[in-house]
Nanobody
Framework: QVQLVESGGGLVQAGGSLRLSCVAS????????ACWYRQAPGKQREFVAV???????NYADSVKGRFTISRDNAKNTVSLQMNNLNPGDTGVYYC?????????????WGQGTQVTVSS
């Protein structure tokens, strides 16, 4: 059974930092594209950051220069370092892993971790 478990969320003041982690069981992150998404109250879930199987990264424009996604294959963990947070970063942050084998795409989601940024 595949599980993605996020941690590291919390309440922080504007300008502060948080580091989110996502630990996987049942899959190897090294074999998957891993992403972070977030969902603010009353809004749709939106893309935040991605790290590819070759460790290439990409970010939403709203977080470029402030967030960094990374992967630790030994710990089977993907992390999101979030600096200079602002209230617009508030939401539930979800970890996502995806790969495609023989034309079949497997997608996995974590349960989410709450991030609240106060002004």
């Amino acid at each position: 059974q595949v599980q993605l478990v996020e941690s590291g969320g919390g309440l922080v003041q504007a300008g502060g930092s948080l580091r989110l982690s996502c630990v996987a069981s049942g899959i190897r992150f090294s074999m998957h594209v891993a992403c972070w998404y977030r969902q603010a109250p009353g809004k749709q879930r939106e893309f935040v950051a991605v790290i590819g199987s070759g460790d290439s990264t990409n970010y939403a424009d709203s977080v470029k220069g402030r967030f960094t996604i990374s992967r630790d294959n030994a710990k089977n963990t993907v992390s999101l370092q979030m600096n200079n947070l602002n209230p617009g970063d508030t939401g539930v942050y979800y970890c996502n892993a995806e790969n495609t084998l023989f034309g079949h795409t497997n997608t996995y989601w974590g349960q989410g971790t709450q991030v609240t940024v106060s002004s």
